[in-house]
């Protein structure tokens, strides 16, 4: 079936320094992809997202590009601030069929910035 | 406020007993979705329904189950609770059935069973 896997956390790093998260999926067809944010004590945000090969998502400072060749989407910002502190989720969707609207999420990478 | 709510927001109950989870989808949204997320499984989709229907089912245990109302809202109702059963469990709602797109996640509902 289809997965998602994000790199281990949790990453910790000083205000303004670059970010990767590392995100690789496994999914027959043309999956959409998410990447989704959780703050302390809320419900999930969507952050970016890309449908189809070579989208880039952007918001915020964050992007990521959907690379179907390696099936990828990492997750970058180029200067963190304390305030992304959170915990960060890859996703995938595929409509049609059953799975109507389903995500299939990452098991999160979980990110503290220090000043 | 993302629009979506659900209550209560914390519940604390025993083992084998049953407890009902009520979300509101955000206004106009026709699909609700019901995710569970614990420590070692993560984010797990359990089930969906769309404008009353189930749409599609994930990993959902035959103790839990859920409807959809004729005003929108969903209860999840979860039965002979067990302490793995401990868990955020969110609601979603998007104003179609495919794609995940527009998914708009409430606050969520933290179980403790004890």
């Known amino acids: 079936g289809d997965s998602v896997t994000q790199m281990e956390g949790p990453v910790t790093l000083s205000e303004e320094a670059f970010l990767t998260i590392n995100c690789t999926y496994t999914?027959?067809?043309?999956?959409?992809l998410f990447w989704y944010v959780q703050y302390p004590g809320e419900g999930l945000q969507l952050l970016l997202k890309?449908?189809?090969?070579?989208d880039k998502g952007s918001n915020k400072g964050f992007e990521a590009t959907y690379r179907k060749e390696t099936t990828s989407f990492h997750l970058e910002k180029g200067s963190v601030q304390v305030s992304d502190s959170a915990v960060y989720f890859c996703?995938?969707?595929?409509?049609?069929?059953?799975?109507?609207?389903?995500?299939?999420f990452g098991q999160g990478t979980i990110l503290t910035v220090h000043p | 406020d993302s629009g979506v709510t659900q209550t209560p927001k914390h519940l604390i109950t025993a083992t084998g007993q049953r407890v009902t989870l009520r979300c509101s989808p955000r206004?106009?949204?026709?699909?609700v979705y019901w995710y569970q997320q614990s420590l070692d499984q993560g984010l797990q989709f359990l089930i969906q329904?769309?404008?009353?229907?189930?749409?599609a089912k994930g990993n959902i245990l035959e103790r839990f189950s859920a409807q959809q109302f004729p005003d929108l809202h969903s209860e999840l109702n979860l039965s002979s609770l067990e302490l793995g059963d401990s868990a955020l469990y969110f609601c979603?709602?998007?104003?179609?059935?495919?794609?995940?797109?527009?998914?708009?996640f409430g606050s969520g509902t933290r179980l403790t069973v004890v």
């Open positions: 979603a709602s998007s104003a179609g059935g495919r794609n995940g797109y527009g998914y708009t």
């Open positions: 999914a027959t067809g043309y999956p959409s």
């Open positions: 890309a449908t189809k090969a070579d």
């Open positions: 996703a995938l969707s595929k409509g049609g069929g059953t799975s109507y609207g389903k995500l299939t």
């Open positions: 206004s106009g949204d026709l699909s």
């Open positions: 329904y769309y404008n009353g229907e189930e749409r």
